[in-house]
């Protein structure tokens, strides 16, 4: 009995030992396993910055690329206009080599009076055609312009100059997407941290930026196009990777309604990235209409969009891009 009563209580101790003893060698491994993960948090936060980049330098080539198009196209019509003074310059000296033909074969005299006057007078009849033919010309360019982005197109991006009843002609951005086809007109291009879109409300509504670059087409032009017209919406947001939304039926409202989304339905995609709500009308930093008491989300984030009282998860860092597209 003496025996096992010792023998029970050496276990313990035994235990003790044996605890002891291994935990230095257990203890090193959590530290590199600790070590391990923050590296490879490091290396996802850099992964995630170098595609943001990465994207930014795709939008830039993009952009020189649709630059050289529109250099290119310039200097076709400037060789066409060249080509054209230079046979006009070919007719003016055949029409003096027969003048001074006509001097030396003629008698000398000078035109009287009246034939001065009748010179005079087809002279300002056919400057006053000539001014009516340019005016005519450039009132039938103006009403053939189109009213919308191409269904086809092979360029992108594809800068176009539109007429749209109510609307003087503007230049858009047209787009095409590989899943999503041609046709698409770019509406709101947010690049990223950028302060660019942190304008007022006015400024919102007439649309503001460069089309070529960051530009927002103004919550009037919005207004009228989609309220005319059946539209559907494609949006875009990046960080890491790409999240998109595209909507069948996309109404914006107007003025006295807050440029709400009047109506949007038909909705497929990374949806509860954009939380886009019915009946939610457009914020601003000075114009907070997002329904939050406590925050103003327009502010926070340094650019408008239709917020709601929700927390966003859109983020400020983000690149965020809007086409819509007629689906008559």
Partial sequence: MILKAV????????LAVEQESSYPLWQPLLGLLETCQSKNYQLQ?????????????NLKKKDLQAEIAQQAAQITRLQDQTSEL??????????IAKL??????????????????????????????EATNTTQSN???????????????????????????GLEPFQVC???????????MEVFNKYHVLTEFNRT??????????????????????HILTSQKPHEVLLYQYKGRRYEVICENFVVGDRSEGYSLKQIDGCRGDTSQFNLIQGTK??????????????????????????????PLLDRSLFLQLYIRRKD
């Fill in 282 to 311: 457009f914020s601003t930093f000075d114009r907070d209409q997002d329904g939050n008491p406590d925050h103003n989300w327009a502010h926070e984030l340094g650019h408008g969009f239709w917020f709601n009282a929700e927390k």
């Fill in 86 to 95: 230079g046979k006009l310059k070919d007719l003016f000296r055949e029409e």
């Fill in 201 to 222: 409300y006015d400024q919102y509504i007439n649309g503001f930026g460069d089309v070529n670059k960051e530009n927002f087409i103004g919550l009037e032009k919005l």
């Fill in 139 to 165: 009132a039938t360019q103006v009403k053939n312009l189109p009213d919308r982005c191409p269904s086809i197109q092979d360029i992108l991006p594809f800068y176009l100059e539109i007429l749209f009843p």
């Fill in 100 to 129: 001074r033909e006509v001097v030396k074969s003629g008698s000398g005299t000078e035109p009287n009076e009246a034939e001065k006057n009748a010179t005079i007078a087809e002279s300002g009849e056919l400057a006053k055609n």
């Fill in 174 to 184: 047209c787009y095409s997407d590989g899943e999503f086809g041609s046709g698409w």
């Fill in 7 to 14: 023998v029970l209580l050496l276990i313990p101790v035994s």
């Fill in 45 to 57: 936060e850099k992964l995630s910055e170098v595609q943001s980049q990465l994207f930014e330098v």
